[in-house]
C-alpha cells in the first residue's frame, strides 16, 4: 500500500544549487499535484498534470518546472534555488480531475535552503 | 475567487471534550468540500468529504454538514481522544484542478 511515494524526505541546497523532487504514485491516478506548504499560508498549488503528458501552471509556479514523465511519475525541479523556495513541498494524486475526486497526499519534502 | 477560512488555532481540549472546527467558504458555483488532517511529519490524509448541499461527510467520528445558506462546513466531534491531536484542514473544489485550502487548525488534546 505505497500510494504517494515522495523522495528525498529532507534535503538542504545553497542558494544558486539546482534540485528535482521525485514522486510517484500507485493508485492508477489520472491527476498529479504539486503544492508547497508554508507556515500561516495552507497549501499552495504550484504546478498539476490532469492527465499524462499534460502540464499546467498553479498559484505559485515562478522558479520550478514539471515533468510527468508517465502516468506514474511526476518531477518537480527547481533550476536555481532560492531562500524563498524554503517550504514542505507535497506531491499528491487524485483518481480523476472531478469535483468530488480527493486528493492522496505524499509524506512531503522538507527542503531548506540557505 | 475561491477561498475557505477555518478557525484559526490552535485548539486545546480535554480527552472526552466536544470538538468544532469553523469552515467558511466563498467560491464560484458549487464546490465539493474537503476536510484533511495531517499528523506530524505526513502528508495531509482525507478525513471526509461532502459533494453536494445538505450532504453530510463522517469518518472515525467527525462529522460536517455541507450548509449551502450559510456557506459552512463545520467539522465536529462528539468527544475528542488524544490520538485526535493533529492539524485539520479545510478544503473545496470548483473545477478539474481548482482545490483550495484553508491554513489549518492545530488541535492537541490532553489526557
Known amino acids: 500500500n505505497a500510494g504517494v511515494t515522495q523522495t528525498p524526505k529532507f534535503q538542504v541546497l545553497k542558494t544558486g544549487q539546482s534540485m528535482t523532487l521525485q514522486c510517484a504514485q500507485d493508485m492508477n491516478h489520472n491527476s498529479m499535484y504539486w503544492y508547497r506548504q508554508d507556515p500561516g499560508m495552507g497549501l499552495r498549488l504550484i504546478y498539476y498534470?490532469?492527465?499524462?503528458?499534460?502540464?499546467d501552471k498553479g498559484e505559485v509556479p515562478n522558479g520550478y518546472n514539471v515533468s510527468r514523465l508517465n502516468k506514474r511519475e511526476f518531477s518537480l525541479r527547481l533550476e536555481s534555488a532560492a531562500p524563498s523556495q524554503t517550504s514542505v513541498y507535497f506531491c499528491?494524486?487524485?483518481?480523476?480531475?472531478?469535483?468530488?475526486?480527493?486528493?492522496?497526499f505524499g509524506n512531503g519534502t522538507r527542503l531548506t535552503v540557505t | 475567487g475561491n477561498s475557505v477560512t477555518q478557525m484559526e488555532g490552535p485548539v486545546t481540549l480535554s480527552e472526552e471534550a466536544f470538538l468544532t472546527i469553523n469552515c467558511t467558504y466563498t467560491a464560484t458555483g458549487y464546490p465539493s468540500l474537503f476536510w484533511y488532517v495531517q499528523y506530524p511529519g505526513e502528508g495531509l490524509q482525507l478525513l471526509l468529504k461532502a459533494t453536494k448541499a445538505d450532504d453530510k461527510g463522517s469518518n472515525k467520528g467527525f462529522e460536517a454538514t455541507y450548509r449551502k445558506e450559510t456557506t459552512s462546513f463545520h467539522l465536529e466531534k462528539g468527544s475528542v481522544q488524544v490520538s485526535d491531536s493533529a492539524v485539520y484542514f479545510c478544503?473545496?473544489?470548483?473545477?478539474?484542478?481548482?482545490?483550495?485550502f484553508g491554513t489549518g487548525t492545530r488541535l492537541t488534546v490532553i489526557p
Open positions: 478544503a473545496g473544489r470548483v473545477g478539474a484542478n481548482n482545490l483550495f
Open positions: 499528491a494524486s487524485s483518481e480523476r480531475s472531478s469535483l468530488g475526486s480527493p486528493l492522496h
Open positions: 498534470s490532469a492527465s499524462e503528458g499534460t502540464t
